[in-house]
C-alpha cells in the first residue's frame, strides 16, 4: 500500500466539490487524458466515471467506480487499469483551523503490482500519487 498527504489551503468542501465533480477528474489524476461521461449518480457507491487513460493514438477506454462516499470526509474508488490490474484508492480529508488534510491511499489489489512486496509498490505508486496531490491542491486552492 502507498500512502501520500498534503496540506491544502481550502476547505474540505471545496475538495470534495472537486473530487465529486467527476468530469474534472483527467485534471487532477495523473493518467486519466479524457473523460467520455459520468453516471449522474457519481460519486454515490457504484456509480462510475468512464475514462481513457495514455495518448493518441494509444488511447484504452477504462472506468472508476465510487466504492464508498462519506461527503467532506472520505471517498473509495475502485481503479479498473485494464490490461495491468485493479486498484483501490481512498482519499481521507480532516479539516484544519486553516484548510484541511488530504491523505491518499492506493492499493493494488489485481495484476502484476498486488503481486510486488509493499515496499516495491510503493516505489511504483508513490511518485504518481504524489503528482494527484499537487494537481488536486493547485485546482482547489486556485477555486478559493
Not at 480532516?94 to 489485481?110: D, I, N, W, Y
Amino acid at each position: 500500500m502507498s500512502e501520500n498527504e498534503c496540506v491544502v489551503d481550502a476547505g474540505a468542501d471545496v475538495v470534495f466539490a472537486i473530487l465529486g465533480d467527476g468530469w474534472s477528474y483527467a485534471a487532477w489524476v495523473v493518467g486519466a487524458s479524457r473523460i467520455r461521461d459520468v453516471d449522474p449518480s457519481w460519486p454515490a457507491p457504484g456509480g462510475r466515471i468512464h475514462h481513457s487513460v495514455g495518448a493518441w493514438p494509444f488511447l484504452v477506454d477504462d472506468t472508476t467506480t465510487s466504492l464508498e462516499y462519506e461527503p467532506e470526509r472520505r471517498l473509495r474508488l475502485r481503479l479498473r487499469v485494464w490490461p495491468v490490474g485493479h486498484g483501490e484508492v481512498e482519499f481521507r480529508v480532516t479539516p484544519m483551523a486553516a484548510g484541511c488534510r488530504v491523505v491518499m491511499t492506493e492499493q493494488a489489489v489485481s495484476g502484476p503490482v498486488a503481486l510486488l512486496p509493499s515496499a516495491a509498490a510503493d516505489l511504483a505508486l508513490h511518485p504518481r500519487n504524489a503528482e494527484v496531490l499537487r494537481r488536486l491542491k493547485l485546482i482547489a486552492e486556485r477555486r478559493t
